[in-house]
């Protein structure tokens, strides 16, 4: 256990009882923020997938020096 951890169960242990409970609310919230932020990401992240082009791009100098030539041979 860390120190961290071992700070916390020790000030745990000094609350009373019916403080707890608000503690353990505390506590159960964060987690699930976490674990809601993961599921976000992982549902953004397949939306992603989903409408991302997939590249047909053969020859990459070919394709950069065209962009080049559209952007600065005006």
Do not use: W
């Not at 120190?3 to 020790?10: C, D, E, I």
């Not at 047909?56 to 600065?72: F, G, I, P, Q």
């Amino acid at each position: 256990m860390t120190t961290l951890r071992q700070s916390a169960m020790k000030e745990l242990e000094k609350l009373p009882e019916d403080k707890i409970s608000f503690i353990l609310q505390i506590m159960q919230g964060v987690n699930n923020l976490n674990n809601d932020n993961q599921i976000e990401r992982k549902e953004a992240f397949e939306r992603l997938e989903q409408i991302r082009k997939k590249g047909t791009v053969v020859d990459y100098n070919a394709e950069l020096a065209s962009y080049r030539d559209e952007k600065y041979d005006k």
